[in-house]
Protein backbone atom coordinates (compact mmCIF):
# COMPACT_ATOMS: atom_id res chain seq x y z
CA UNK A 1 0.00 0.00 0.00
CA UNK A 2 0.92 3.52 -0.49
CA UNK A 3 -0.37 6.91 0.09
CA UNK A 4 -0.65 10.01 -2.24
CA UNK A 5 -0.59 13.41 -1.10
CA UNK A 6 -0.51 15.95 -3.90
CA UNK A 7 -0.06 19.83 -3.09
CA UNK A 8 0.99 22.86 -5.17
CA UNK A 9 -2.26 23.55 -6.65
CA UNK A 10 -3.85 27.08 -7.05
CA UNK A 11 -4.90 29.81 -9.36
CA UNK A 12 -2.57 31.02 -11.68
CA UNK A 13 -2.78 33.98 -14.90
CA UNK A 14 -2.17 32.71 -18.11
CA UNK A 15 1.79 32.65 -18.97
CA UNK A 16 2.54 31.70 -15.35
CA UNK A 17 4.17 28.79 -13.61
CA UNK A 18 3.40 25.92 -11.07
CA UNK A 19 4.93 23.34 -9.40
CA UNK A 20 3.34 20.14 -8.22
CA UNK A 21 4.58 17.95 -5.62
CA UNK A 22 3.12 14.37 -4.62
CA UNK A 23 4.43 13.13 -1.17
CA UNK A 24 4.20 9.07 -0.97
CA UNK A 25 4.08 7.14 1.96
CA UNK A 26 3.24 3.43 3.36
CA UNK A 27 5.66 1.81 0.81
CA UNK A 28 8.53 1.53 -0.80
CA UNK A 29 8.11 4.23 -3.11
CA UNK A 30 10.85 3.67 -5.28
CA UNK A 31 10.05 0.82 -6.77
CA UNK A 32 6.17 2.34 -8.25
CA UNK A 33 6.31 4.47 -11.46
CA UNK A 34 4.80 7.13 -11.19
CA UNK A 35 2.46 9.07 -13.43
CA UNK A 36 0.23 12.32 -13.12
CA UNK A 37 -3.28 12.77 -14.67
CA UNK A 38 -5.81 15.70 -15.01
CA UNK A 39 -9.34 15.80 -14.87
CA UNK A 40 -11.53 19.04 -16.11
CA UNK A 41 -15.26 19.76 -15.95
CA UNK A 42 -17.43 17.29 -17.75
CA UNK A 43 -14.56 15.48 -19.25
CA UNK A 44 -12.75 12.03 -18.76
CA UNK A 45 -9.21 11.87 -16.78
CA UNK A 46 -6.41 12.32 -18.92
CA UNK A 47 -2.07 11.71 -19.04
CA UNK A 48 -0.29 14.13 -18.43
CA UNK A 49 3.38 12.99 -17.63
CA UNK A 50 4.72 10.12 -16.27
CA UNK A 51 8.20 8.62 -15.26
CA UNK A 52 9.94 5.26 -14.19
CA UNK A 53 10.76 3.86 -10.94
CA UNK A 54 14.20 5.00 -11.51
CA UNK A 55 13.70 8.51 -13.28
CA UNK A 56 15.44 7.57 -16.29
CA UNK A 57 12.63 7.36 -18.65
CA UNK A 58 9.80 9.71 -19.43
CA UNK A 59 6.61 10.34 -21.23
CA UNK A 60 4.29 13.23 -22.37
CA UNK A 61 1.21 14.54 -23.40
CA UNK A 62 1.69 15.91 -26.46
CA UNK A 63 -0.33 18.88 -25.19
CA UNK A 64 2.25 19.62 -22.00
CA UNK A 65 5.10 18.61 -23.93
CA UNK A 66 7.61 21.36 -23.98
CA UNK A 67 5.77 23.41 -21.34
CA UNK A 68 5.65 20.30 -17.80
CA UNK A 69 8.79 18.36 -16.75
CA UNK A 70 8.18 15.68 -14.49
CA UNK A 71 10.79 14.75 -12.24
CA UNK A 72 11.42 12.69 -8.68
CA UNK A 73 13.59 12.47 -6.03
CA UNK A 74 13.25 8.97 -3.98
CA UNK A 75 15.14 9.81 -1.10
CA UNK A 76 12.63 12.27 -0.65
CA UNK A 77 9.91 9.80 -1.67
CA UNK A 78 8.35 12.49 -3.53
CA UNK A 79 7.39 13.27 -7.37
CA UNK A 80 7.15 16.48 -9.23
CA UNK A 81 5.24 18.36 -11.85
CA UNK A 82 6.71 21.79 -13.02
CA UNK A 83 4.35 23.38 -15.17
CA UNK A 84 5.25 26.67 -17.05
CA UNK A 85 3.49 28.60 -19.53
CA UNK A 86 0.07 27.55 -18.62
CA UNK A 87 -2.84 27.93 -20.68
CA UNK A 88 -6.49 28.20 -19.70
CA UNK A 89 -7.12 24.36 -21.12
CA UNK A 90 -4.92 23.56 -18.37
CA UNK A 91 -7.40 24.00 -15.96
CA UNK A 92 -8.44 21.08 -14.30
CA UNK A 93 -8.17 18.80 -11.09
CA UNK A 94 -4.89 17.51 -10.94
CA UNK A 95 -3.96 13.50 -9.41
CA UNK A 96 -0.51 11.59 -9.25
CA UNK A 97 -0.63 7.74 -9.48
CA UNK A 98 1.25 4.93 -8.37
CA UNK A 99 1.74 1.75 -10.83
CA UNK A 100 3.59 -1.28 -9.05
CA UNK A 101 3.84 -2.87 -12.18
CA UNK A 102 6.28 -3.25 -14.63
CA UNK A 103 4.80 -1.56 -17.53
CA UNK A 104 6.40 0.27 -20.24
CA UNK A 105 7.11 3.84 -20.06
CA UNK A 106 4.69 3.71 -23.23
CA UNK A 107 2.12 2.05 -20.77
CA UNK A 108 1.95 4.23 -18.16
CA UNK A 109 -0.42 6.41 -20.16
CA UNK A 110 -3.14 4.51 -19.37
CA UNK A 111 -4.44 5.18 -16.44
CA UNK A 112 -5.99 1.41 -15.40
CA UNK A 113 -2.52 0.80 -15.44
CA UNK A 114 -2.22 2.59 -11.78
CA UNK A 115 -2.63 1.26 -8.78
CA UNK A 116 -2.79 4.04 -6.24
CA UNK A 117 -4.35 7.55 -6.56
CA UNK A 118 -3.85 10.95 -4.68
CA UNK A 119 -6.76 12.87 -3.66
CA UNK A 120 -5.87 15.75 -6.92
CA UNK A 121 -5.46 19.06 -6.42
CA UNK A 122 -7.53 21.90 -8.10
CA UNK A 123 -5.19 24.15 -10.83
CA UNK A 124 -7.01 26.97 -12.40
CA UNK A 125 -5.15 29.00 -15.50
CA UNK A 126 -7.17 32.54 -16.21
CA UNK A 127 -6.67 34.36 -19.47
Known amino acids: QVQLVESGGGLVQAGGSLRFSCAAS????????MGWFRQAPGKEREFVAA????????NYADSVKGRFTISRDNAKNTVYLQMNSLKPEDTAVYYC????????????????????WGQGTQVTVSS
Open 97 to 116: AASKLPYTIRGLTDTTHYDY
Open 26 to 33: GSIFSIYH
Open 51 to 58: ITWSGGST
